[in-house]
């Protein structure tokens, strides 16, 4: 079963615009960790961030967690025609078991 | 490194037929897990292994599917017989257990049952 829940199912913007993606979690995390897939491909780690953390960057990327809201966002600045991608939040609440949201599709047009 | 393999990379099979999908995980990652990727599901877990031990199969959503990992360098996620709806994109994914919380997936194996 799925944990995290991302929002929206679909962003488009404009190259140069900021991405905002949101993701929201039912149960008690130990990290909560955002990933990207092209389209035909495997998923690929992006950042990660523990329970004790409130916000990380990463380059244009800077990923925010609420515990108390069970939510964390995920903020892609000045975005690229090549950040066009699914987004997915994966939360990881026992060892081990990581479960992933449906995904966020962004589309950024050049 | 040659990351998480999958093979094959796509495959077409009828009903009723018997389909094995093979993983070799990254060398020195002793967690291996098996995803399936549907539009209408999203990223479903169907199992995943600790130090070849399997832990959690509640994901794997009948008797015709089963998984192994007899060591550390493979896994087979099989499935017989295999129905229309088992098409979907198969994903295996490798970590460090205790050391990195990351997951590196392989390309997947695009099942089409016909």
């Known amino acids: 079963s799925q944990q995290g829940e991302e929002d929206p199912q679909a962003l488009s913007i404009q190259e140069g615009e900021n991405a905002t993606m949101n993701c929201s979690y039912k149960t008690s995390i130990n990290n909560l960790q955002w990933y990207r897939q092209n389209s035909g491909r495997g998923l690929v780690h992006l950042i990660l961030?523990?329970?004790?953390?409130r916000e990380k960057h990463s380059g244009r990327l800077r990923v925010t967690l609420d515990t108390s809201k069970k939510s964390s966002s995920l903020l892609i600045t000045a975005s690229r025609a090549a950040d066009t991608a699914s987004y997915f939040c994966a939360t990881d609440a026992r060892n081990n078991d990581m479960r992933f949201g449906a995904g966020t599709r962004l589309t950024v047009k050049p | 490194d040659a990351g998480v393999i999958q093979s094959p990379r796509h495959e077409v099979t009828e009903m009723g037929q018997e389909v094995t999908l093979r993983c070799k995980p990254i060398s020195g990652h002793n967690s291996l897990f098996w995803y399936r990727q549907t539009m209408m599901r999203g990223l479903e877990l169907l199992i995943y292994?600790?130090?070849?031990?399997?832990?959690?199969d509640s994901g794997m959503p009948e008797d015709r599917f089963s998984a192994k990992m007899p060591n550390a360098s493979f896994s087979t996620l099989k499935i017989q017989p295999s129905e229309p709806r088992d098409s979907a994109v198969y994903f295996c994914?490798?970590?460090?257990?205790?050391?990195?919380?990351?997951?590196?997936f392989g390309p997947g194996t695009r099942l089409t049952v016909l």
């Open positions: 994914a490798s970590r460090i257990s205790g050391r990195t919380d990351t997951q590196y």
């Open positions: 292994f600790n130090n070849n031990v399997p832990i959690d």
């Open positions: 961030i523990r329970s004790n953390e």
